[in-house]
């Protein structure tokens, strides 16, 4: 064969390889491509979950720390002038004796807690500030701390004629005003702090009786109107635990019921299919149908209570319970078929084949899905708007049947609360709860479900 034949024969072979080369850098090219799109999607949705996250954790941490005043307070009998508490006597009438009990107690809620705190901020105040106002002094204390104070004597009435260390919160709008939340080159009418309480506030923070302390009463207190700084998530956090424990106690086993019976032992027919149809349409309902739906029949049909935690709960259980569904389905129809052909191989019936073969292997998937449905149901606000859990509760509910409000719907009252400089970092510090409880919840379900996989 001449060079002239193999040049010619060779030269096919080289074109295929080289096309075949070619297509191959382009695969590889678009694989590469496409990693990299990839990777950037990953870290656009990581990136936008961390700026979420931080400004979450930036605006919300500071209200962790609130100024407080650490005041010393003389309880001095001259001002509380309301005798010992009286004492049940041998032969005394329960009613008598709890007659004069409240008597006494209706004397030690006139007493002027207010001139004692008065004089106990006059007495920390530098000499140039000798003269402020009564009116000013008190501002800087914030209103629901007088309370404290009589709390505190009417539940150790020793303490009176004494002296004793108090930390008490400093008003909000004290508080707006050390942590720069208030521009204070503004002009003084639109300032929410006198001129006299801008003096008294900066004064005592210099001289440390006003500090940045640990605010715990975020965590146990109720929500207040009339004195903001003491304003707190408890009565929120027990209803949405109690709502969660009524949505896993109901959504949960009936769900988990409903997609098993779908999935393993209902006939196929246009009943079926039209049940499977509705699900999956009632799983893209707008929340707040739900709300409607429950403020027809649980309050005005059922005459259940007003904002409480079990009609909540109920509302939310209804709109969950697709979703449980629809992921459970999903679960059982993952498990592979060999399983089932086995277990009724060997002579279980359908039901020993679902309950004792099936059943295990789908818990984790199962727990996935109850993740999944509670996370939902913890953080929705609309439907619980319209059975009127967005009333001010001032009370930490006892039992799912009283008044009570939510986390989202306390996050909704606080944004739009015209305090904003002071309820905004309030606002984010709920919000930073609220994760906090549904982390604690999904870790739970996690755990259960790593555990239930090392036994299988």
Same mark, same amino acid.
């Given at each position: 064969?001449?060079?002239?034949? *193999? #040049?010619?024969?060779?030269?096919? @072979?080289? !074109? ?30 990581? *990136? ?27 309880? *001095? ?16 009438? +329960? ?46 204390? $914030?209103?629901?701390?007088?309370? *404290?104070?009589?709390?505190?004597? %009417?539940?150790?009435? !020793? ?10 919160? $400093? ?13 204070? &080159?503004?002009?003084? &009418? ?13 004064? %005592? ?24 700084? &003491? ?11 109690? #709502?969660? %424990? ?6 949960? +086993? ?5 997609? @098993? ?25 707008? !929340? ?10 649980? @309050? =005005? ?60 292997? $789908?818990?984790?998937? @199962? ?7 509670? /996370? ?17 509760? /001032? ?42 409880? #549904?982390?604690?919840? =999904?870790?739970?379900?996690? %755990? ?9």
């Amino acid at each position: 064969m001449s060079a002239t034949d *193999t #040049m010619s024969a060779s030269t096919p @072979i080289d !074109s295929q390889l080289n096309a075949v080369r070619a297509g191959l850098k382009r695969r590889h090219a678009q694989e590469r491509r496409f990693q990299v799109l990839g990777l950037a999607a990953i870290f656009a949705a990581l *990136t936008m979950v961390a700026v979420l996250f931080g400004s979450v954790l930036f605006k919300g941490l500071p209200a962790f720390w609130q100024s407080t005043l650490h005041l010393e307070i003389s309880l *001095t009998a001259d001002v509380i002038d309301v005798g010992p508490p009286p004492v049940q006597k041998a032969d005394q009438n +329960p009613a008598e004796f709890e007659a004069e009990l409240t008597d006494w107690r209706r004397a030690l809620a006139r007493v002027s807690w207010n001139k004692i705190l008065e004089k106990a901020v006059r007495g920390v105040l530098p000499a140039d500030l000798a003269d402020a106002k009564a009116r000013d002094i008190i501002g800087i204390v $914030a209103s629901g701390e007088r309370y *404290t104070l009589r709390d505190m004597v %009417l539940e150790d009435p !020793s303490l009176i004629g004494q002296k004793i260390d108090v930390d008490l919160l $400093a008003d909000a709008n004290v508080d707006n005003w050390l942590k720069g939340n208030i521009d204070r &080159s503004l002009g003084q &009418s639109r300032q929410q702090l006198s001129a006299g309480e801008q003096e008294i506030a900066d004064a %005592l923070a210099e001289k440390g009786v006003i500090t940045q302390s640990f605010n715990s009463g975020i965590f146990f207190n109720v929500d207040s109107r009339s004195s903001p700084a &003491s304003a707190g998530l408890a009565g929120a956090f027990m209803g949405s635990l109690y #709502m969660m %424990l009524v949505v896993i106690m109901l959504a949960v +086993p009936i769900g988990v019921a409903s997609a @098993i019976y779908l999935e393993e032992f209902a006939p196929t027919n246009r009943f079926t299919d039209f049940i499977e149809v509705n699900i999956n349409n009632l799983a893209a309902v707008p !929340s707040i149908v739900f709300g409607l739906l429950g403020a027809s029949i649980f @309050i =005005n049909w059922m005459h259940l209570p007003l904002s409480a935690p079990l009609v909540g709960g109920l509302v939310l259980t209804l709109m969950t319970l697709p979703t449980i569904i629809i992921a459970t389905r999903g679960t059982l129809r993952a498990i592979p078929p060999s399983i089932r052909e086995a277990a009724l191989g060997l002579g279980a019936s359908r039901t020993q084949m679902v309950f004792h073969h099936v059943l295990p292997l $789908a818990i984790p998937g @199962i727990l996935t899905a109850t993740i999944i449905g509670v /996370a939902q149901a913890l953080g929705e606000t609309a439907p619980l708007l319209l059975i009127g859990m967005n009333a001010f509760v /001032a009370s930490v509910p006892s039992s799912p049947m009283d008044q009570a409000t939510a986390l989202p719907v306390q996050i909704y009252l606080w944004q739009g609360n015209e305090n904003f400089n002071f309820f905004e970092a309030r606002t984010n510090a709920a919000i930073i709860v609220l994760l906090g409880l #549904m982390i604690s919840l =999904n870790a739970i379900a996690i %755990l259960l479900r790593q555990r239930i996989e090392r036994r299988w």
